[in-house]
């Protein structure tokens, strides 16, 4: 395994601290952080890759696997999960999830990226323009956008919760049990995501060292660590702090880090 420069290390650490708190303060599995993370530090110290963004995506949810797991305990003791939710929208998650990922190797990598950048603008907006909804959804409807939120998550390698917690409001639950709820949700998504896209690298040549499949090891070691002791701090914090709050910190987090993603993308 090539070594890796301090910088580099620090720059993982950062982002796996930065990334479980933002799990557990605002029920996304982190994979916003990490994806953005990985892009900029693959491009840097190996230059262009026809996988750059696969890869980005596929450690991502290997992460997204600890941090989730984490995640689980932790909102479950903040008592702001709906199980019953969780029950009937996790199966079409996980089936999103392993559909997208099998025909993600057909989709360019410029394209990967281009769809991240999007999802990171509309949810930025929605969650900032966010007013609590009540609207009554059928199961029917509830099991079909699960399993497009899978399905689309699978492509830019997040937890969905980006995606669920605006449904969630939609659906008339509080900010807290809406946050606490995807939190828990964004566990089966990355398990998931991290089989499918470990197995489908596989089948390909990856230029980017130290990976198996499209899964970067010392990313995976160092940001798992991380983020396994900040998701309870988040949790945390997110119990003290109003929900109108939280909808913004989320809004600004998704924003921030599209500007950052456009720059790079078309190097401003």
Same mark, same amino acid.
Request: glycine share 10%; proline share 3%.
């Given at each position: 395994?090539?070594?890796?420069?301090?910088?580099?290390?620090?720059?993982?650490?950062?982002?796996?601290?930065?990334?479980?708190?933002?799990?557990?303060?605002?029920?996304?599995?982190?994979?916003?952080?990490?994806?953005?993370?990985?892009?900029?530090?693959?491009?840097?110290?190996?230059?262009?890759?026809?996988?750059?963004?696969?890869?980005?995506?596929?450690?991502?949810?290997?992460?997204?696997?600890?941090?989730?797991?984490?995640?689980?305990?932790?909102?479950?003791?903040?008592?702001?999960?709906?199980?019953?939710?969780?029950?009937?929208?996790?199966?079409?998650?996980?089936?999103?999830?392993?559909?997208?990922?099998?025909?993600?190797?057909?989709?360019?990598?410029?394209?990967?990226?281009?769809?991240?950048?999007?999802?990171?603008?509309?949810?930025?907006?929605?969650?900032?323009?966010?007013?609590?909804?009540?609207?009554?959804?059928?199961?029917?409807?509830?099991?079909? /956008?699960?399993? %497009? +939120?899978? *399905?689309?998550?699978?492509?830019?390698?997040?937890?969905?919760?980006? &995606?669920? $917690? !605006? =449904?969630?409001?939609?659906?008339?639950?509080?900010?807290?049990?809406?946050?606490?709820?995807?939190?828990?949700?964004?566990?089966?998504?990355?398990?998931?995501?991290?089989?499918?896209?470990?197995?489908?690298?596989?089948?390909?040549?990856?230029?980017?060292?130290? /990976?198996?499949? %499209? +899964?970067? *090891?010392?990313?995976?070691?160092?940001?798992?660590?991380?983020?396994? &002791?900040? $998701? !309870? =701090?988040?949790?945390?914090?997110?119990?003290?702090?109003?929900?109108?709050?939280?909808?913004?910190?989320?809004?600004?987090?998704?924003?921030?880090?599209?500007?950052?993603?456009?720059?790079?993308?078309?190097?401003?």
């Amino acid at each position: 395994m090539a070594s890796l420069d301090i910088f580099t290390v620090l720059l993982l650490i950062f982002a796996g601290c930065f990334s479980g708190f933002s799990a557990g303060l605002l029920g996304i599995g982190g994979g916003v952080v990490i994806v953005s993370a990985f892009v900029y530090i693959f491009s840097w110290k190996f230059g262009a890759s026809e996988f750059l963004q696969h890869t980005a995506v596929g450690t991502s949810f290997a992460v997204m696997v600890f941090t989730g797991l984490v995640n689980v305990f932790a909102q479950n003791k903040s008592k702001n999960v709906d199980w019953n939710l969780v029950k009937k929208f996790a199966p079409f998650l996980i089936l999103g999830v392993i559909i997208g990922s099998i025909f993600s190797l057909g989709i360019p990598e410029k394209v990967l990226r281009f769809l991240f950048l999007i999802f990171l603008y509309f949810t930025a907006i929605k969650m900032y323009l966010d007013m609590p909804q009540n609207h009554t959804v059928r199961d029917k409807i509830l099991r079909s /956008t699960g399993f %497009f +939120i899978g *399905l689309f998550s699978s492509w830019v390698g997040i937890g969905g919760g980006a &995606f669920m $917690v !605006p =449904f969630f409001r939609y659906c008339g639950y509080s900010a807290h049990s809406a946050i606490g709820t995807s939190g828990v949700l964004t566990f089966p998504v990355a398990l998931a995501g991290a089989i499918s896209y470990l197995s489908t690298g596989l089948q390909v040549n990856n230029s980017i060292p130290n /990976t198996i499949g %499209f +899964i970067y *090891l010392p990313g995976l070691i160092i940001l798992s660590l991380c983020t396994i &002791f900040t $998701v !309870p =701090f988040g949790s945390f914090v997110k119990t003290k702090i109003s929900q109108k709050a939280l909808q913004i910190l989320f809004a600004l987090m998704s924003f921030s880090i599209a500007i950052l993603m456009t720059i790079k993308m078309f190097n401003i």
